[in-house]
């Protein structure tokens, strides 16, 4: 029995990651999320979903005390590209909402699982196998919302003993929900272009290399991360995590190998192109392999040949 709310429940990780916790958890898994983006098909047809706006503490708050909520996964934000243009709204959700969501679990006792991301590092960190705790100096909004999300949950941690744990995400690579405004976005959209026989024009240069995984393995990472043994954390916010790192020259050939007559161009986007340039080629995820078993499964081949089929089905399914 495990009463989960999860925050941004209809977003590109909240929508497999909620079925999931479904999956193995026999409790209350509460999909939270805001009007407009309301959860359909078998997110809300397998259990319960209530309007949860970050934003607002009462509400958290309110559903939090009505499932008697034990784990917050924290999953609203605005990834990098947006967050450039909306600043204001990604510091009032990043920040501002991670706080509320801390508040609340300060007094319920939960403990709360928030994404960090690569986006915390800048050009002063080194870039390649990027260490665990080394400097991070993002000139980015949403890399400054993830530095000071990461702080924040170390201090709950250390002043109230709320059980904060969060992991660097790299690029995350679905074929469910699509992400909304990152930087990483093209590993996800050259393999829709792929599947529909379309041209791709990438956003970002040949030799830009940035780490990625696949959602398995990042659904893998918030759950085991969470049930880790807390005796053996020595970081809590936030670990780094990867599973493959590629340019978009190597994931275009990998893709070629199983759509022979697929075709890209490049037409650089300059705001995408300086954020990726700030983050690393590579990380070093030691800590986590060491402190709680980290191992993603999927590498590029692998996650290329599963992404194709998936979407192959998909895309047939949904075309009229
Ligand atoms: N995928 C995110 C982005 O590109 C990085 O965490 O914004």
Known sequence: MKNVLIIGSTGQIGTELTLELRKRYNGNIVAGYIPGAEPAGELLETGPAEIVDITNGEQIADVVSKYKI?????????????AEIKPQLAWKVGMDGL???????????????????????????????TPQDTIRNPRTMYGVTKVGGELLSDYYYIRFGVDTRSVRFPGLISYT????????????????????????????????????????DALKAAIQLMEADPAR???????NVTAMSFDPEIIYKN???YIPGFTMEYNVDQLRQSIADSWPNSLDDTCAREEWDWQPAYDLDMMTQDMLSKLKARIQVTLP
């Open 70 to 82: 034990e784990t917050i996964y924290n999953l609203a934000a605005l990834l990098s590209a947006v």
């Open 99 to 129: 706080f509320n969501v801390l508040e609340v679990a300060r007094q319920y006792k939960c403990a709360v699982f928030t994404p960090s991301s690569i986006g915390v590092f800048g050009n002063n960190t080194p870039k390649d196998k």
């Open 177 to 216: 929900a699509p992400p909304g405004g990152g930087t990483t976005d093209y590993a996800v959209d050259i393999y829709y272009s792929a599947i529909r026989n379309e041209r791709f024009v990438c956003p970002i240069a040949a030799g830009t290399f940035m780490d990625m995984m696949y959602m398995p």
């Open 233 to 239: 954390l020595v970081h809590r916010n936030a670990f």
């Open 255 to 257: 893709i070629r190998k």
